[in-house]
């Protein structure tokens, strides 16, 4: 029996964080490569409703990148988001400003 328990503490563990593991990931992201700049990552997905952030998103982050690389303010971020890498970064961020956009019931964590 308590092997049977121990299963299944940890089928739900392992589960759970499969489930999470995109939003963990651009999560990782933002706290890399826009926190320094944007501060708290839930206080800005919570700025704005799911749908726009899947438009600000779509296409590999375009329209995100597009806001940046025309701002001469955020001139640092450029070699970023020219970069390959934000490519692949930007489907994790999506997962990540969707779960935690403004009308997706989702309250953050005190942090
Ligand atoms: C070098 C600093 C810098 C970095 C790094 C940076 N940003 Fe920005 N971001 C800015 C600035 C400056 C603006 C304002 C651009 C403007 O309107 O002139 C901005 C604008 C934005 C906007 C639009 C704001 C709005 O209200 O419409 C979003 C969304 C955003 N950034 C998200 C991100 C995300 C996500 C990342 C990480 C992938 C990131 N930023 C990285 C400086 C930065």
Redesign the pocket.
């Given at each position: 029996m308590q092997k049977f328990y121990a299963t299944v503490a940890i089928t739900l563990l392992v589960g759970s964080s499969i489930l999470n593991a995109a939003t963990y990931k651009g999560q990782k992201?933002?706290i890399e490569?826009?926190k320094?700049?944007?501060g708290g990552g839930q206080a800005?997905a919570g700025?704005k409703k799911q749908r726009i952030w899947k438009v600000?998103m779509a296409n590999k982050g375009e329209q995100?990148a597009q806001?940046?690389l025309s701002?001469k303010?955020?001139?640092?971020?450029w070699t970023?988001f020219n970069d390959r890498g934000y490519a692949k970064d930007a489907k994790h961020?999506e997962d990540f400003l969707v779960e935690y956009s403004g009308d997706s019931g989702n309250v953050p964590a005190c942090n």
């Open positions: 992201v933002y490569s826009c320094g700049c944007h800005l700025s600000i995100l806001i940046h701002s303010k955020a001139e640092a971020s970023y961020l």
